[in-house]
């Protein structure tokens, strides 16, 4: 059921983002993390997902402590995602976030 949750709010996230529509992408992106993290403390790779998008939004608004602690959180949890394994698509993509913090 859960996924089935984050599904969901990734997809309208992600529309919401593309249109501009800041406000419900922000919301869509929150319940994804209370959700991913109510389930796994450490988080998914949706959280990452959606921890990178927040930030960006953030960033946006002008937001930067906020926009740069969200870019943070996505890092630490696809770096911990990411285990032992070489490359991560999740990982690079957060890094790619962090910076423009």
Known sequence: M????????DTQAQ????LDRRESAVSNLNKIIQVSTANN?????S???????RADIQLQEGKID?????AG????????????NRFSGD???????????
């Open 91 to 101: 990982t690079g993509l957060a890094y790619l976030t962090w910076p423009a913090c």
């Open 41 to 45: 403390a450490l988080g998914s790779s």
């Open 73 to 84: 959180k996505a890092v630490l949890i696809a770096e911990h995602l990411q285990g032992a």
């Open 2 to 9: 859960a996924e089935i949750v984050l599904s969901a709010s």
């Open 15 to 18: 529309i919401d983002v593309a």
């Open 66 to 70: 906020e926009a740069e602690a969200d």
């Open 47 to 53: 959280s990452v997902n959606a921890y990178r998008l």
